[in-house]
């Protein structure tokens, strides 16, 4: 069972610049090599992919819509995996999600089997 705990949202204008944290523990999450994900979710609409990184951190994917925008990262030693976000806009506002999953390079809410919370993060314009 792997718990995730994300936090950095808040608000910002277009343009401005947040960092999403995701603080991961349990007693498999160290041992097991997770690919982990960022999802968000705006309201009434579906839930959806933003950024995907593999166990070691040497791979990462992301939609099309925040290339050159958001990068994301982890530190395994701290167990905490990270979303950067740059150049926000207002189509950007959402709940952002932490993910968990043991298979590579999806991006289906499906295949992730563990869940932070989120963290909501609102650009104004």
């Known amino acids: 069972q792997v718990q995730l705990v994300e936090s950095g949202g808040g608000l910002v204008q277009a343009g401005g610049s947040l960092r999403l944290s995701c603080a991961a523990s349990?007693?498999?999450?160290?041992?097991?090599?997770?690919?982990m994900g960022w999802f968000r979710q705006a309201p009434g609409k579906e839930r959806e992919f933003v950024a995907g990184?593999?166990?070691?951190?040497?791979?990462?994917y992301c939609t099309d819509s925040v290339k050159g925008r958001f990068t994301i990262s982890r530190d395994n030693a701290k167990n905490t995996v990270y979303l950067q976000m740059n150049s926000l806009k207002p189509g950007d506002t959402a709940v952002y999600y932490c993910?968990?999953?043991?298979?590579?390079?999806?991006?289906?809410?499906?295949?992730?089997?563990?869940w932070g919370q989120g963290t909501q993060v609102t650009v104004s314009s």
């Open positions: 993910a968990a999953t043991r298979l590579w390079n999806t991006t289906q809410v499906q295949d992730f089997g563990s």
């Open positions: 349990g007693r498999t999450f160290s041992r097991s090599r997770y690919t």
């Open positions: 990184i593999n166990w070691s951190g040497a791979n990462t």
